[in-house]
């Protein structure tokens, strides 16, 4: 099968020699190629309905705006063709000097790595869409791409290409999405709103926004330890 991953990250700001404490957030929004366009048609009809045309992201949600959000996070939750990962990183814990070459955003890519490998299944095409961002090295996802193929050589990633977050419905929901959890990790709830939102997202996860097994499906929530050990 062909399947699309639509990728977004929350506070990378925390993730420089310079960083502060606080988790950084990488998200994934997997679902069938097939699908794409009508789950796309469905996002407008949501943005129709409740007369909301601008950007989906987690630091627009407002009490005005409220049910829209909670419209979109629902729609996600009840299409069974759409699943949602995020890593969540410990920026205080990062050793950029031991594990990343002292280098910031290779240490970000391979926490890229992490989010999508574990999710690759045997037999499949993959395209991969990332939020675009200004690299100090152009070839980042070139390299991403060609370590994640020789470590899945079963299935295929067939591109991982960067575009303008604005512009595409799909890794604006990831930032919904990553940003709710990236806000309960952080304790950052800045609204009545967003702490609405949070635990509308909560009821249909059935508890407080934690770490989750590898094996959860629909809302992965990978907390990786960086302390090693058992």
């Known amino acids: ?48 309905k409740h ?9 627009k949600v407002s009490s005005s705006k409220l049910n829209f959000y ?6 996600f939750f009840k299409n069974p063709n759409l699943r949602f990962r995020t890593i969540l990183v ?3 814990r990062v050793d950029l000097l031991q594990f990343h070459e002292n280098d910031a955003e290779l240490g970000f890519y391979k926490f890229y790595y992490q989010l999508i490998h574990h999710w690759i ?6 395209f991969i869409f ?5 690299n100090r090295l152009p070839d980042r996802l070139t390299i991403l791409k060609k370590v994640l193929n020789k470590s899945n050589l079963s299935s295929q990633i067939i ?12 890794i604006q929901i990831v930032d919904l999405l990553t940003g ?24 249909f996860i059935k508890h407080k926004i934690s770490p989750t097994t590898k094996g959860e499906e629909k809302f992965n929530i990978f907390k990786i330890n960086l302390q090693g050990g058992w």
């Open 1 to 48: 099968m062909k399947f699309e991953i639509y990728c977004d990250e929350c506070r990378p700001e925390l993730f420089t020699s310079q960083r502060k404490s606080g988790f950084l957030s990488i998200g994934g929004l997997w679902l069938p190629a097939e699908e794409r366009q009508n789950i796309n048609n469905t996002i407008k009809s949501i943005k129709a």
């Open 51 to 59: 007369n909301v045309w601008g950007e989906i992201k987690w630091n």
């Open 70 to 75: 909670k419209a979109i996070v629902e729609f």
């Open 90 to 92: 410990d920026s205080s």
């Open 121 to 126: 299944l045997d037999f499949n095409k993959y």
């Open 130 to 134: 990332v939020d675009k961002k200004t």
């Open 159 to 170: 591109s991982i290409q960067s575009l303008p977050s604005n512009e595409v419905n799909l």
């Open 180 to 203: 709710a959890v990236n806000a309960s990790f952080n304790q950052s709830h800045t609204s009545r709103a967003k702490i609405d939102l949070i635990h509308f997202i909560e009821k």
